[in-house]
């Protein structure tokens, strides 16, 4: 996913994820290692794992991929030990962009990501120099034919989410990444089906730019989500 998520673009990205399913699998399977390995492959007692495993079925993700993700991370079968980096960049007008990455090999995630961002005129920039514009939070998105406001928000707020934004056709739910698991955990529990969930990087300030430089960063992020590492990537442009 790219930039801070609204309902035209999850669209958008929905239909991109469904032309290239390969790389979204991989995206998800990846993510279930990695919170099967931290967390136990148990998702009654794995908030982290239960949260991803519902983002792959949303996805439409077959159960004997899940399955095998999980048995990678819990050791049931050989898996590759992956580390999550991240890395961070600049685009077109001096738009800041995160890169998450969950790689078994750092000298190669690193090269592949530089590349990425020279062949589109991009730069990549040291630990820090992008980060201080964003913030990390917990971000859910709900259509709102799914659930009523007053109720969404009463579940929520109990739950420990900071706030509930609505929008004319779904809400976003935002969170302390400490609380984004417990927050996650209580809609799964309602059995209220999520659009997209997970710990993002929001920005503080957004980056205003032209149309021009608009499609250069387009191309930019999907140079970037074509690395096989990279499981995200955040910007500060202003949508």
């Known amino acids: 996913m790219a930039g801070h998520s609204k309902w035209a673009n999850i669209a958008a990205k929905k239909a991109k ?4 399913r390969g790389k979204v699998f991989s995206v998800l399977s990846k993510e279930i290692t990695v919170a099967a390995r931290t967390g ?16 792959a079925r949303f996805h439409n993700m077959p159960a004997d991929n899940i399955t095998r993700a999980i048995q990678k991370g819990t050791g049931e079968i050989p898996g590759i030990v992956y580390e999550e980096i991240v890395y961070e960049g600049y685009g077109p007008a001096g738009v800041g962009v995160i890169v ?18 020279t062949k589109q ?36 707020l109990e739950a ?9 056709t779904h809400y976003e739910i935002l969170t302390s990444p400490h609380a984004y698991d417990t927050v996650a955990a209580a809609l799964t529990k309602a059995k209220i089906q999520t659009i997209e969930s997970q710990v993002a990087y929001l920005p503080n300030v957004s980056v205003p730019i032209s149309a021009e430089d608009r499609e250069k960063l387009n191309k930019l992020v999907e140079a970037l989500e074509a690395v096989d590492d990279v499981q995200y990537v955040w910007h500060n442009a202003e949508e």
């Open 17 to 20: 994820v469904d032309s290239r």
């Open 40 to 55: 136990g492959g148990d998702i009654n007692f794995n908030i982290r794992l239960r949260s991803v495993v519902e983002k």
């Open 100 to 117: 998450e990455c969950t790689t078994d090999n750092k000298n190669r995630s690193a090269g592949e990501v530089r590349a990425a961002f």
């Open 121 to 156: 005129n991009g730069n990549m920039a040291g630990a820090g120099a992008v980060s201080y514009n964003f913030v990390k939070r917990g971000q859910i998105i709900i259509a709102k034919e799914v659930i009523a406001e007053d109720k969404l928000m009463e579940l929520t």
């Open 160 to 168: 420990g989410a900071d706030d509930l934004l609505s929008f004319d």
